[in-house]
């Protein structure tokens, strides 16, 4: 018998349980910062974060998720760091709650085309989009499939903050997508800029270009996170929120 099958056989199935289950294995996600109430010393805290993304009213710290690119300097090598999400449902739905027609319909629950297109990303956003597509992530048994062109694709997910040379190509593949079509964001960089843009390269992300339905928070998010945006926008799984603690003003708006 061939060898690769009796390995198969010994191990068993590997794919991940989630979404039925909760995904526990050690380094599954790098967290994220969560925001918290504090009355220690709040400008040490802040000051550290590089990006901008943590900032505190009276004695609230807050997590701007659209500018955190979970570096750890807000956690680690100081006193009064703020606390630590372990967690990797990050997706946010933009669009749904002011515009229901955005919704996908029940048709599209299990059976949803993948564009992807890297809009000048880093390569890290590239490397954990790979993976939902490999034994472990495996999106084929979610319904889930990536395809090369985009007149059979109904998402697209754009990586990178759009520098210019990516500009027209992005909403040429967007413009060639069949109706109804829907976009994801993947990561920082594509949803704000991140640590790259605006610059006099590139955009400050993907909103300036085309419409984002889904955001998914992180540097790179990991896939279990691109899934879960995947899952939101079908309407399998609910939506998280851009700020922690969660905005009480409502939906942010990029
Ligand atoms: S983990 Fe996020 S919030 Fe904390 S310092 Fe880094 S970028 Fe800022």
């Given at each position: 018998?061939?060898k690769?099958?009796?390995?198969?056989?010994?191990?068993?199935i590997?794919?991940?349980?989630?979404?039925?289950?909760?995904?526990?294995?050690?380094g599954?996600?790098?967290?994220?910062?969560?925001?918290?109430q504090?009355?220690?010393?709040?400008?040490?805290?802040?000051?550290?974060?590089?990006?901008?993304?943590?900032?505190?009213?009276?004695?609230?710290?807050s997590?701007?998720y659209?500018?955190?690119?979970?570096?750890?300097?807000c956690?680690?090598?100081?006193?009064?760091?703020?606390?630590?999400?372990?967690?990797?449902e990050?997706?946010?739905?933009?669009?749904?709650?002011d515009?229901?027609?955005?919704?996908?319909?029940?048709?599209?629950?299990?059976?949803?085309?993948?564009?992807?297109?890297?809009g000048?990303?880093?390569?890290?956003?590239?490397?954990?989009?790979?993976?939902?597509?490999?034994?472990?992530?495996?999106?084929?048994?979610?319904?889930?499939?990536?395809?090369?062109?985009?007149?059979?694709?109904?998402?697209?997910?754009?990586?990178?903050?759009?520098?210019?040379?990516?500009?027209?190509?992005?909403?040429?593949?967007?413009?060639?997508?069949?109706?109804?079509?829907?976009?994801?964001a993947?990561?920082?960089?594509?949803?704000?800029?991140?640590?790259?843009?605006?610059s006099?390269?590139?955009?400050?992300?993907?909103s300036?270009?085309?419409?984002?339905?889904?955001?998914?928070?992180g540097?790179?998010?990991p896939?279990?996170?691109i899934?879960?945006g995947?899952?939101?926008?079908?309407?399998?799984?609910?939506?998280?929120?851009?700020?922690?603690?969660?905005?009480?003003?409502?939906?942010?708006?990029?």
């Amino acid at each position: 018998m061939n060898k690769w099958v009796l390995k198969g056989l010994k191990t068993g199935i590997k794919t991940t349980l989630y979404p039925d289950k909760e995904e526990r294995s050690l380094g599954i996600s790098p967290g994220l910062p969560r925001g918290k109430q504090t009355t220690g010393d709040k400008t040490q805290v802040v000051s550290r974060c590089p990006t901008q993304a943590l900032k505190y009213t009276g004695e609230m710290i807050s997590v701007d998720y659209t500018r955190c690119i979970h570096c750890f300097r807000c956690l680690r090598g100081i006193n009064n760091p703020v606390d630590w999400d372990k967690g990797y449902e990050w997706a946010l739905s933009i669009n749904e709650i002011d515009d229901l027609s955005r919704k996908f319909g029940k048709a599209f629950g299990h059976s949803l085309h993948i564009r992807f297109v890297d809009g000048g990303a880093c390569g890290a956003c590239i490397s954990e989009i790979e993976q939902i597509n490999k034994p472990y992530y495996n999106i084929h048994r979610l319904g889930f499939f990536i395809t090369p062109t985009p007149r059979e694709a109904d998402v697209l997910l754009v990586a990178g903050p759009v520098t210019d040379h990516m500009r027209l190509p992005i909403k040429k593949v967007y413009d060639a997508m069949p109706e109804p079509k829907r976009v994801i964001a993947i990561g920082t960089c594509a949803i704000s800029g991140g640590i790259f843009g605006p610059s006099f390269a590139s955009e400050a992300g993907i909103s300036n270009l085309i419409p984002a339905d889904v955001v998914v928070p992180g540097c790179p998010p990991p896939p279990l996170s691109i899934i879960h945006g995947l899952l939101l926008l079908v309407s399998r799984k609910p939506s998280a929120s851009l700020t922690s603690p969660r905005s009480t003003e409502g939906r942010k708006t990029l």
